[in-house]
């Protein structure tokens, strides 16, 4: 085991906005400056944290990149009498060839800008796509700082050993080259920004444990929290000493400020057990917060059906911004039943939001009289059933507008697969809260919220009801899709693990139904490219990370291929 020279390491576990320099450069010296009184030698910041993750598009400004250097020089001298501290930085490729810029970690010591770090391994899977804009820089690159040498390395670069991964993405190992040979690094120092997914705090400690005991040198890393888009980030920055136990752990889905010595810290206990429903439910609340006010709204606004998805929606927004800035409305329809009614207006009673009540008998009434001659001729059909979804769609704009709230969406990631939702109609919105979400899922989360809150935040009876879009008289979502627990299994099958029609319906389900699940989910990619985003917490959603085709016709076996 190698022995570390006793080094104090702050992470500093931030939310940074995308492009918003002067406000991360902000939340960075805010955070220095704390780290410097609990007694560090060095701060880290996350990955890119001056310009936030991921800017995409924002790369490919030169203003943009030389903005944010000009912004790093006036952190440097704002920092100059604190400690050193990493920052996380597009640096600009000096070189004729290769991509334009490197993913960096920048040192800032004494009042400038010192050495340099750059990320060697570029994702291109799911939400990533860094490969567009950064050149790989393979060398090893060490900080020495108060007799340790620092192997510093960036997000990726310590997700390929290869014993413990049982296919790498890449060819090289950075960690490897940093501790083996010449090199000789001491310890591992990560700026990541790592997304959140149910399951992978526990994948992500057991990684970078077993990374410090196989080379025997301690191992810290520092992630940020909050949501940008899509993405929510759940922070847990942590340290692992060179035995691979955890030493540090930050707090989840919050700030913090985690200091760790490489050589005095004594092991922690590891992590506990997680309960999903309330990772889901955390993920989600601050990813709504985040999305809000990150975008400049300041409430939000949702239809009230009487049904779970609406509900559970509605709940998570007032966690997150409060109920005075929630409004809930009920657009009654001759095919409304009277329980989901009472149903969601013992919701809003309980959540303490403003109500309104808009019917739409009338403009159905309209809508027909207007369409008469046109569908002369015709029988009635799902044309009359999304004609009063569109309805519905137009009034909750018309109040987004007028209001300036954000809409948010609330279908779930069941019907979101199979389409089993109305374009400019219930899919109208700026935000999809549960677009990521299974709907055994959601009945999970909403269970787990009424136990953990002693109360009905959800009403009994939306729990316990049928769902029903109640578009038609006596409609159940089960007279178009197979029960949720059978749908939702064979979708995630599909989806999360690429199995085949064939590997699914071998694993003892349906033939008929499967092909049929597996035709809508190929069916309805070109509403999902239509969708409001949503926020992301399964291995896989339908958002940045999801391309499939719209204009193509893949043998339906093909479809789970990798």
Request: one cysteine or more; aromatic letters at 6%.
């Amino acid at each position: 085991m190698r022995v570390v020279s006793s080094v104090k390491i702050g992470l500093l576990q931030i939310n940074p906005t995308v492009g918003d320099l002067a406000g991360n450069a902000g939340l960075i010296e805010g955070a220095v400056r704390e780290a410097a009184r609990l007694g560090v030698d060095l701060a880290v910041t996350p990955e890119l944290a001056l310009v936030g993750y991921p800017p995409r598009d924002l790369l490919l400004s030169r203003a943009f990149v030389d903005r944010s250097w000009t912004t790093l020089a006036r952190l440097a001298e704002t920092l100059a009498t604190l400690p050193p501290v990493l920052v996380g930085i597009p640096e600009p490729n000096p070189s004729a060839e290769g991509r334009p810029l490197f993913n960096s970690a920048v040192l800032l010591r004494s009042g400038r800008v010192d050495q340099r770090f750059r990320k060697a391994l570029l994702p291109t899977y799911d939400v990533f796509d860094e490969d567009r804009y950064f050149e790989p820089y393979l060398d090893p690159q060490i900080l020495d700082l108060a007799g340790c040498r620092l192997g510093i390395s960036v997000c990726e670069d310590v997700w390929n050993d290869r014993d413990f991964w049982k296919r790498r993405r890449y060819h090289h190992d950075p960690i490897e080259a940093l501790v083996v040979g010449e090199a000789g690094a001491r310890a591992i120092v990560n700026l990541s920004s790592s997304p959140f997914s149910v399951g992978k705090h526990h994948l992500r400690e057991e990684m970078l444990g077993s990374m410090a005991r196989k080379h025997h040198v301690p191992v810290v890393y520092v992630n940020q929290f909050g949501g940008n888009d899509d993405l929510v980030f759940d922070g847990r920055s942590c340290a692992f000493n060179a035995a691979g136990a955890p030493i540090a752990r930050g707090r989840s889905f919050e700030g913090d400020i985690v200091v760790c010595d490489l050589d005095t810290a004594p092991p922690i206990a590891p992590p506990s057990d997680i309960i999903p429903e309330s990772e889901v439910w955390r993920a989600l609340v601050l990813g709504t917060r985040d999305y809000v006010h990150k975008c400049g709204f300041k409430s939000a606004v949702i239809g009230l059906s009487g049904g779970i998805d609406s509900a559970l929606t509605a709940a998570i927004a007032v966690e997150a911004l409060g109920p005075a800035r929630v409004l809930g409305v009920l657009m009654p329809s001759p095919f409304s039943s009277r329980g989901s009614v009472d149903d969601a207006l013992q919701l809003t009673a309980g959540l303490g939001i403003e109500t309104l009540t808009l019917p739409i008998a009338d403009a159905m009434e309209t809508m027909e009289k207007t369409l008469r001659v046109a569908f002369e001729g015709t029988t009635r059909d799902v044309t009359e059933e999304n004609i009063q979804a569109r309805i519905r769609g137009n009034l909750l704009m018309a109040l987004s507008n007028k209001r300036g709230a954000l809409l948010l969406t609330t279908g779930n990631k069941s019907e979101l697969a199979v389409g089993y939702c109305t374009l400019y109609g219930d899919m109208s919105g700026g935000l999809a809260v549960i677009a990521d979400v299974p709907k055994t899922m959601v009945y999970r989360v909403a269970r787990w919220l009424n136990e953990t809150k002693g109360r009905e935040v959800i009403p009994a009876a939306t729990l316990t009801k049928a769902p029903s879009a109640e578009l038609r008289p006596n409609q159940t979502d089960q007279d178009s899709l197979p029960p949720y627990d059978v749908l939702d299994d064979i979708l995630e099958r599909h989806i999360e693990r690429h199995q085949t029609s064939a590997e699914i319906i071998a694993a003892g389900f349906d033939s008929d139904t499967v092909r049929r699940v597996l035709r809508l989910v190929r069916s309805a990619e070109f509403k999902r490219k239509q969708a409001a985003p949503g926020l992301k917490v399964t291995d896989r959603a339908f958002g940045t990370g999801w391309r499939m085709p719209i204009a193509a016709r893949p043998p339906l076996d093909d479809l789970g291929e990798t």
